[in-house]
């Protein structure tokens, strides 16, 4: 058969000393390829092919999905950031609104206390007359134990215990003395005794608030301010010999410090006087235009002041108080306002500038804005200045 003869090859035709596994040349006669048949063929490409085929779509399709399971994962690291940032973003907007909320209650409080201050920067305690809460060249004036004002009605021959709200709560006249009874000053013990320097008889009375005389002592001094140091002394500005004299609070008198002059621990007609949280004692030097700051002994150690009518100048200083800062405020008599300084002596303020002529003041800190209470001598009552704690007035500036 054809096919037989095809593919059977003689030994006769291999070269002497050759195998049919050596790779050597051998006579193209002998080793012919027998070629295959075309279907054959054909088929085993086909196969190859689709072998070959399968294999590389099997690669393509494994690395496909290694592809798009990388890709998956970047995804999903890139939708966690997202929301990571989402929720980051959420906690930023909601603390946002809880400081806005902050923002606005606390934007709420100071447009309650402006609107204590926009009808008026300042309200009027009292007028001129002598009925009950009526005043007639009020002069010394401070603060009780229970916020009220203590006020000293010169002219009327008595001492006024007012409310913030016009309301005259008691009356001290006393009656044991003749109508040269006259109130100057005023001041309060930590007992809740009352005290008051009496230009009628040259003397200090202490009282209490039902109008019953403790005990009066002086007589032979000119007493204008009167308060009560930390340590609990009297002390008394007296006019006569330009001293502040000291006593204990029974009468007894004890020393007293300063002289005549214009230098340094001396006076020209010592007004007001009053302590500091240190037990400083401040003294209004009238005539020298300045206030004064001693130890408790009377040393010198600063000065507040001088004369003039610009930023920090004084001119015949009248009435001095302290705040719990030991911010100092002072009744500018000549320049008609009251000038504040800082406890280090700056100048920070004027308050009521031209629309007061100021005798005392007493500053109520309890309270925001906190109180400047000034007995205004010209207009018979007591003027009240607002000034806000939350903002103190930056230095050289002034209240309208």
Not at 145 to 162: P, T
Not at 287 to 307: F, P, T
Request: with cysteine; aromatic share 8%; hydrophobic share 30%.
């Amino acid at each position: 058969m054809a096919s037989e003869s095809n593919t059977e090859v003689s030994s006769e035709r291999l070269p002497s000393g050759h195998t049919d596994s050596d790779d050597t040349e051998f006579d193209s006669k002998v080793a012919v390829p027998i070629p295959e048949s075309p279907t054959e063929d054909k088929t085993l490409k086909e196969e190859d092919t689709s072998g070959a085929s399968r294999l590389r779509n099997g690669k393509e399709f494994e690395q496909r999905n290694i592809t798009d399971s990388s890709t998956k994962t970047e995804q999903e690291l890139l939708m966690e950031k997202t929301k990571e940032d989402l929720v980051s973003e959420i906690e930023n907007l909601r603390a946002s609104l809880e400081n806005c909320e902050k923002q606005k209650e606390q934007l709420k409080r100071e447009v309650d206390n402006l609107k204590l201050m926009v009808p008026s920067m300042e309200d009027t305690i009292g007028g001129p007359g002598k009925d009950d809460g009526q005043f007639e060249h009020p002069s010394g004036i401070a603060i009780d134990e229970n916020g009220d004002l203590i006020i000293a009605d010169k002219s009327n021959r008595r001492v006024q215990v007012m409310g913030w709200d016009n309301e005259c709560k008691r009356k001290n006249v006393f009656d044991k003395y003749d109508e040269w009874f006259r109130p100057r000053d005023v001041a309060m013990s930590s007992d809740g005794t009352y005290l008051s320097t009496d230009h009628g008889k040259m003397q200090v009375v202490a009282f209490d608030k039902n109008n019953e005389v403790i005990t009066s002592f002086g007589g032979d001094i000119n007493p204008y301010g009167i308060t009560m140091s930390k340590d609990g002394y009297v002390l008394v500005n007296d006019r006569s010999n330009d001293t502040v004299k000291k006593y204990t609070k029974d009468g007894k008198f004890l020393t007293s410090f300063g002289s005549h002059g214009k230098d340094e621990g001396q006076f020209d007609f010592p007004w007001s006087v009053v302590v500091n949280s240190k037990n400083e004692i401040l003294v209004s030097d009238q005539n020298n235009h300045r206030v004064q700051i001693l130890n408790s002994d009377g040393e010198y150690i600063a000065s507040l002041g001088s004369k003039g009518s610009g930023p920090g100048h004084l001119n015949t200083p009248y009435g001095i108080d302290v705040d719990e800062d030991d911010n100092v405020y002072v009744c500018d008599n000549g320049n008609r306002r009251i000038v504040q300084f800082s406890s280090d002596g700056k100048f920070l303020c004027n308050i009521g500038e031209g629309r007061v002529s100021p005798r005392y003041v007493a500053v109520r800190t309890d309270v925001n804005p906190m109180r400047v209470a000034v007995t205004d001598w010209g207009q018979n009552c007591v003027k009240v200045f607002y000034v806000m704690k939350q903002t103190p007035p930056t230095p050289g500036e002034g209240l309208p």
